[in-house]
Structures are given as structure tokens and as C-alpha cells.
């Protein structure tokens, strides 16, 4: 069945950096734009950045931009998330997802704490 | 491009009839999704393109609007529809969400 599954988080410092990756089953991944969103805790939703199915372009929120890169191979069926200079801010549930508009396709999410 | 839902919160029996609206900042024609999500879960797709059903969303929600005004609407709230909806906007980046709305069923 269609799957993603994250993992990379955990407690890191503030000023720290983690690589989330996201392994896709179950779909040819190589056809689908694939997404980060976050959640911190008892708050809303938030996009993060978008890869082209190819990889050769993406988008970023500006709350990340500059500090988060995203990235993918096709051949392993993995998305990443290079999260650098990480705040208190960035402390969140991550999560990775499949479309490129309405997403119909999501992990269960990883928690990235950051705390010194 | 600013998405506001109104209520944050309600409450509502079960049988109700219940309306979320969702308002964008400027004209995102119908690039418009809800979602439902659940305590420690991921988000599910209920409705794309402002008004389409995903596949497996029971029939009791409903979509509506273009523009700038879109509500969601349940005709008939059961218990398991307690959550927290969210509406998202795809017309353009970065993809913004509403701060949701919080569903519980008395």
C-alpha cells in the first residue's frame, strides 16, 4: 500500500542541525511532487517546501528559507529535509507528503525537539 | 495569500447540521482544500478543488465557494467527526493554512 515513512527526529540543540528523510512505498515516486509541513505543538499547520517530481525545483517558506533544504532520490524512493541553524521556533512534528496541490498522501510524522 | 476560518471552535450534537468557513486574503479561484485531523494523527484530505470529495470521505461532507469565501459543511455530525479542520489554499506559495477549527461533539 502507499506509505511514507519519516525519521531523523529527536532532541538537538538550538544553533544544531538534523536531516529528516522520508521513505516512500507502495507508488512510483518518481511521478509525484513531494512536501514538508510541520506542526509545533498545540498549533496549526504549516507548509514548508515542495520538490518537483524531477527534483529540479523547489519552493520554501519563508519561516525557513535559507536554514531548511529540500532534496530527493528517485532511485532509493527517499525525500529529505536539511534542517540547519535550528531555533526553539522549529520544534515541531514533521511531516512529509505527497502532491502537488491538495494532499491526499501523508506519514505519520516525526517530532524534532529543539531545546539546549 | 492569508487564509481565516471561522469558528476557531464549536460544539454541536450529533445529527447537527454543521458550517466551517474558510476566507482567502485575495482570489485563489477554487485552489482550496479541507482537511480533518485528529489528536496525534496526520492530517486526511477530505475535499480538493473547493468542492470534490476525495475518494472514501463519507458523503456527509460537503464542500462550497470560489473566490475568496468557501465553507465546509457536514449535514449530519456523527461522533466520530470530532476534530480539528483545516482549510489550505494551493493557488499559490507558499501553500498557507487556516489556524483551523475546532470540532467537538457534545
Known amino acids: 500500500q502507499v506509505q511514507l515513512v519519516e525519521s531523523g527526529g529527536g532532541l538537538v540543540k538550538p544553533g544544531g542541525s538534523v536531516r529528516l528523510s522520508c521513505a516512500a512505498s507502495?507508488?512510483?515516486?518518481?511521478?509525484?511532487?513531494m512536501n514538508w509541513f510541520r506542526q509545533a505543538p498545540g498549533k496549526g499547520l504549516e507548509w514548508l517546501s515542495m520538490?518537483?517530481?524531477?527534483?529540479?525545483?523547489?519552493n520554501y517558506a519563508d519561516s525557513v528559507k535559507g536554514r531548511f533544504t529540500i532534496s530527493r532520490d528517485n532511485a532509493m524512493n527517499f525525500l529529505y529535509l536539511q534542517m540547519n541553524s535550528l531555533t526553539v521556533d522549529d520544534t515541531a512534528v514533521y511531516f512529509c507528503?505527497?502532491?502537488?496541490?491538495?494532499?491526499?498522501?501523508w506519514g505519520q510524522g516525526t517530532l524534532v525537539t529543539v531545546s539546549s | 495569500i492569508q487564509m481565516t476560518q471561522s469558528p476557531s471552535s464549536m460544539s454541536a450534537s450529533v445529527g447537527d447540521r454543521v458550517t466551517i468557513t474558510c476566507r482567502a486574503s485575495?482570489?485563489?479561484?477554487?485552489?482550496l482544500a479541507w482537511y480533518q485531523q485528529k489528536p496525534g494523527k496526520a492530517p486526511n484530505l477530505l475535499i480538493y478543488?473547493?468542492?470534490s470529495l476525495q475518494r472514501g470521505v463519507p458523503s456527509r461532507f460537503s464542500g462550497s465557494g470560489s473566490g475568496t469565501d468557501f465553507t465546509l459543511t457536514i449535514s449530519s455530525l456523527q461522533a466520530e467527526d470530532s476534530a480539528t479542520y483545516y482549510c489550505?489554499?494551493?493557488?499559490?506559495?507558499?501553500?498557507?493554512f487556516g489556524q483551523g477549527t475546532k470540532v467537538e461533539v457534545k
Open positions: 520538490i518537483t517530481d524531477n527534483g529540479r525545483s523547489v
Open positions: 478543488s473547493a468542492s
Open positions: 489550505q489554499q494551493t493557488r499559490n506559495f507558499p501553500r498557507t
Open positions: 507528503a505527497r502532491g502537488e496541490y491538495s494532499i491526499a498522501v
Open positions: 507502495g507508488f512510483l515516486f518518481s511521478d509525484y511532487y
Open positions: 485575495q482570489d485563489i479561484s477554487d485552489w
